[in-house]
């Protein structure tokens, strides 16, 4: 036994149960509000210089404003690939949906489809999309003349959560299985030495079977964007064009050409900010993440459990255990250490750690905690330690409240003063705990006849005891009396009592000290009158 009051098996079994609901917490993914919040927080302090990697080249109004309403004749398009193999760029992602034939000529498909060939580093996209309501998706693909001389093809799905914020990317997805890489992944995976051949990420489970009318996702991870919406430096698409943007800011770069015109261009909010952030910087985003292998990988469901559990229980463990420290000091050391572990595991090793399920378990066993310990402390201000009944200092509060409602409600109030008889002589002949364990019993048996909820039992002092009983006249009084004398007697150490009883229906003059007055002078008279046994104070 500890001196909280719980053996080590309890306290194991309490940790072990706040674990297991972290653990069920964790794998139900209830708390995952709170932690993208965390996250959130986290992320958005947690930007990264920008190299010189990556170019992003702006459809943007200006661009729309020379060249014309868009979309463009794709020869526009041939003419800015060629510009860009000539300033000697690494890739091209070509963000822009070419799934229908050129609107003015039809040739000028035949035109980029050259030019894509030419380069020999193109990416486009394929997209998902639904044909109508009830349907199910189909992918979108690029016009078959352009798609045929493409180096890649990645898909651009973009994960949202119901806020509209861009959190996770999936590296691998498409129609029936998994088979289309992201756009950016696709892209560095045209030079074998951009990044490693593993893709990281949390897996789809294996064993499911996708319907071949289901679009499967695998390879999760978060993206841990370089800043806020503007941090990438944009090139307009006009400028590239016209040859105003020299082939040094070009060279060796990894290219990305989408939308940012107002209207048109997509937009999402991320962790680094409120403010949208448009489709060409996202993937200049995880072009950057992935060449720097900078992805964030969040756990698997069950070692995300497993590690929580484990958490809450060595937290509560070492919360419980004696003299480690106090329970608001534990709360707030096992918060902190739960989220510093997830801060470090993001920083240390690119890994998610979803702190939340532990976070608030730890907390909450810590508030049960501290919630018993001010239960525990409020019976030791108002009981004895010694019978369990209730100590004068509760019993003069509560003795004033039952006259002043006893007043109220004009109804008779009694009030019983009980001696142990020749107490002192049997504690000094027979010791201590001999007289400690007779006033256990004369407690108990006082503490039996305190039947009802308004019924006090208290231990005045010494061996003294009272009980405080409304609604009871003084015959009623007088049998309880009766009662707690004749269970004394039949007691393995009998014991006699002098017991003196107050009974009145209090007026303005009634106070806590009027009736124990009156008490006590029956209680005297008691002792006069032989011991062992009762009296009722004379009426005022």
Not at 511 to 529: F, G, I, V
């Amino acid at each position: 036994m500890n001196e909280n009051g719980l053996p080590w098996a309890w306290r194991a079994t309490l940790a072990a149960i706040a674990a297991t609901v972290a653990a069920a917490l964790s794998l139900g993914d209830v708390t995952h509000r709170a932690d993208n919040l965390f996250y959130d927080l986290h992320a958005s302090h947690w930007g990264y210089p920008i190299g010189n990697d990556v170019a992003m080249i702006a459809v943007d109004d200006r661009s729309l404003g020379v060249i014309g309403q868009w979309p463009w004749p794709r020869n526009v398009h041939a003419q800015l690939l060629d510009r860009l193999r000539d300033s000697g760029v690494r890739g091209i992602a070509f963000d822009l949906i070419l799934s229908e034939p050129d609107r003015i000529d039809p040739a000028n498909d035949v035109r980029l489809a050259e030019a894509i060939e030419r380069n020999g580093r193109v990416v486009l996209p394929v997209i998902a999309t639904m044909q109508n309501q009830s349907g199910p998706p189909i992918e979108v693909l690029p016009n078959p003349v352009i798609a045929s001389r493409v180096a890649a093809i990645g898909h651009t799905d973009v994960e949202l959560e119901p806020t509209g914020s861009a959190r996770e990317l999936y590296l691998h997805a498409g129609l029936g299985q998994s088979r289309w890489p992201a756009l950016a992944l696709a892209l560095l995976q045209l030079d074998p030495t951009a990044i490693g051949a593993d893709v990281p990420g949390v897996r789809r489970p294996t064993g499911l079977d996708g319907s071949p009318y289901q679009w499967i996702r695998d390879h999760r991870v978060r993206i841990r964007y370089a800043g806020p919406p503007g941090s990438f430096p944009e090139l307009s698409y006009i400028d590239v064009l016209e040859g105003r943007v020299p082939d040094d800011a070009l060279r060796d770069r990894w290219v990305v050409v989408g939308v940012t015109a107002t209207g048109i261009a997509p937009g999402f909010r991320t962790p680094m900010s409120g403010l949208p952030m448009n489709g060409v910087e996202y993937q200049a985003n995880v072009i950057e993440m992935l060449l720097h292998q900078r992805a964030i990988v969040p756990l698997a469901p069950l070692p995300q459990a497993a590690i929580v559990g484990l958490l809450v229980f060595l937290c509560t463990l070492l919360s419980l255990s004696p003299g480690v420290m106090r329970p608001l000091s534990a709360a707030f050391a096992g918060v902190g250490v739960v989220f510093a572990i997830s801060i470090a595991m993001m920083r240390l090793g690119n890994t998610w750690f979803a702190p939340m399920p532990a976070a608030m378990v730890v907390a909450a066993t810590h508030l049960l905690w501290m919630g018993r310990h001010l239960l525990h402390w409020r019976r030791q201000a108002n009981f004895d330690t010694l019978t369990l009944l209730a100590n004068r200092r509760h019993f003069d509060a509560v003795l004033e409240r039952r006259i002043a409602a006893a007043r109220r409600a004009q109804s008779p109030l009694s009030l019983l003063l009980i001696d142990v008889d020749h107490f002192k002589r049997y504690n000094d002949s027979e010791g201590h705990l001999a007289g400690d364990r007779l006033l256990m019993q004369v407690a108990q048996a006082i503490a039996r006849h305190a039947r009802r909820s308004g019924d006090l039992a208290a231990r005045f002092g010494g061996d003294e005891f009272a009980l405080v009983l409304p609604d009871t006249p003084a015959a009623g009084a007088g049998r309880i009396a009766e009662g707690i004398l004749a269970m004394m007697r039949e007691q393995p150490v009998p014991a006699g009592l002098s017991i003196g009883i107050c009974t009145c229906i209090p007026d303005a003059a009634t106070s806590p000290r009027t009736m124990l007055e009156q008490a006590d002078a029956a209680l005297y008279r008691t002792k006069q009158n032989g011991r062992d046994g009762y009296m009722l104070a004379s009426p005022a």
